[in-house]
């Protein structure tokens, strides 16, 4: 198993036609590793007063936000979530997301083989805009999982 696999559960991955603002996007792609029992609620308000103080520090590329805060907000296991908002999410006025990705870590070290899948991943904006189209939630986990590792 794959260290995507390992991390990114079937079940945590869900297309959303709109949210009512980035808060409820938050809210929306949090939630299923809420239910997993991943995360704490805490978590969600972390991530939001966090934007809140910080400004949107997770919007890492155009359309592409990594949602996370610290471990000690909320992280009970790691685990990643992957929410395609078709509408997008305005996290920064005029530039709509719509691939978030939500990361749960533990510490600063158990993510990091999926992180580098990640970041090799969204390198490449064509991988984001297949993500962001893909027609199933069965598509976009596959998108994720078959992406070859280093």
Not at 38 to 63: C, K, R, S, W
Not at 106 to 127: K, Y
Request: net charge negative.
């Amino acid at each position: 198993m794959s260290a995507m696999e390992e991390m990114l559960k079937r079940e945590n991955v869900q297309i959303v036609q709109s949210c009512i603002d980035w808060e409820d996007a938050v809210h929306v792609a949090v939630q299923p590793l809420v239910d997993g029992g991943f995360v704490t609620p805490a978590y969600i308000d972390g991530i939001i007063q966090n934007a809140h103080e910080m400004g949107p520090y997770f919007v890492l590329v155009p359309d592409l936000a990594l949602l996370h805060a610290r471990p000690e907000q909320g992280v009970l296991k790691k685990q990643l979530a992957v929410t395609v908002l078709r509408e997008g999410a305005e996290f920064k006025p005029g530039e709509p997301c719509r691939v978030l990705v939500t990361l749960a870590a533990e510490d600063s070290d158990s993510h990091i083989d999926v992180m580098r899948t990640l970041a090799m991943m969204f390198a490449d904006p064509g991988n984001i805009e297949k993500v962001a189209t893909a027609q199933t939630a069965d598509d976009v986990y596959r998108l994720f999982t078959d992406f070859p590792t280093a």
